[in-house]
C-alpha cells in the first residue's frame, strides 16, 4: 500500500485527496483517460476548490476497478452499466460473475498465430494464398500484419488433414458455411430458451440484485449440457450421414471378403501314372 493509500485509511470517513496528477500516478491512469472517464459518467466530478480540482480515495478506487475491468476485456460501455447497477443496489461482483458466465468464451481452445510460411508447411506445401481472403472473410483466419491469427487453431489442422486427403479447400469451406448457419441458428434457438424462461420474468432490464448469483451459477452449469447436446447431435448426424454414403460401400468391400475367405478352392484333376 502507498504512503498515500495508508493515509486514506488512517483518515477513515475523511479520505486522502489527490489532485489529477497525483490520481494518475497512484491509479496508473493517464490524466486524458481521468477526464475521459469523467465526462462518460465512470467516475464522478472532482470537488472544486477555486480553480483546482480535488479527488478523493473513492475515485482512486473507482480508477483502479476500470483498469481491472478493462484487462479483462470489458468495454467502457458495460463498465458503464455495471457501475449503474451497482449504484442501484447490485453487488459488483457478483455483476461480475455473471457477465463471465455469459461472455467469457465458450472454448478452453488457445488462438494460434501463422505466418504464410507456417500454413505451406501445415499443409504440406498445398496451401493456396488465394485461399486467405477465403479463411480470412470466413473469420478463420483474422491477418494481423504479416501473419495470420486462428481463433481455433483445431480447425485450421483439421482443413489441413482434410486437403491432404484430397478434398478441395474451396469444397470444404462450402460445407464450414452451411455447418455454421445451422449451428448459429440452433444456438440462437437455445439461448432464446434460457432468455425466456430463466431471464424474462423479471423483466427486461436487470434481475434482482440477489437472483444475480443464482443466474450465474445457472448459465454456469448450462454451458457444458450444451457443448454436451451439441457434440451428440453432430455424432447421431454423421452415423446417419455415414451408413447413408458410405454404407453401400462398405457392404460391398465386406461382401467381396466374404467370398474371398469362402470360395470352395478347385480341386486338381488326379494325375495318371
Not at 108 to 129: A, I, K, N
Amino acid at each position: 500500500m502507498s504512503t498515500s493509500d495508508k493515509a486514506a485509511a488512517a483518515q477513515g470517513d475523511q479520505p486522502a485527496e489527490y489532485r489529477i496528477r497525483e490520481l494518475s500516478r497512484l491509479s496508473g491512469t493517464s490524466v486524458r483517460n481521468i477526464r475521459a472517464y469523467q465526462d462518460r459518467g465512470l467516475i464522478p466530478p472532482p470537488i472544486r476548490r477555486g480553480r483546482v480540482s480535488i479527488y478523493n480515495y473513492d475515485h482512486l478506487s473507482r480508477l483502479r476497478v476500470i483498469s481491472e475491468m478493462i484487462s479483462r476485456g470489458y468495454t467502457l460501455t458495460s463498465i458503464g452499466e455495471l457501475f449503474q447497477a451497482m449504484e442501484a443496489g447490485h453487488d459488483i461482483a457478483d455483476l461480475m460473475g455473471l457477465q463471465r458466465a455469459v461472455s467469457s468464451p465458450w472454448t478452453d481452445e488457445v488462438p494460434q498465430t501463422y505466418s504464410l510460411g507456417d500454413l505451406m508447411r501445415l499443409f504440406r506445401g498445398h496451401f493456396s494464398p488465394r485461399w486467405l481472403m477465403i479463411a480470412t472473410d470466413l473469420g478463420l483466419l483474422e491477418q494481423t500484419g504479416a501473419k495470420f491469427r486462428a481463433p481455433s487453431p483445431k480447425i485450421v489442422h483439421a482443413a489441413a488433414e482434410l486437403v491432404a486427403a484430397g478434398i478441395p479447400f474451396e469444397d470444404m469451406v462450402s460445407v464450414v458455411r452451411k455447418l455454421r448457419a445451422n449451428v448459429e441458428a440452433a444456438s440462437e434457438d437455445m439461448v432464446r430458451l434460457v432468455e425466456r424462461h430463466c431471464f424474462d420474468k423479471y423483466g427486461p432490464g436487470l434481475p434482482p440484485a440477489d437472483k444475480v448469483p443464482e443466474l450465474a451459477e445457472l448459465v454456469w452449469r448450462l454451458r457444458p449440457l450444451v457443448e454436451q447436446g451439441v457434440l451428440s447431435e453432430v455424432a447421431r448426424s454423421m452415423e446417419i450421414a455415414a451408413n447413408k454414403h458410405l454404407g453401400d460401400r462398405l457392404s460391398y468391400v465386406l461382401e467381396s471378403l466374404y467370398e474371398q475367405q469362402n470360395r470352395t478352392p478347385e480341386r486338381e484333376p488326379d494325375s495318371q501314372e
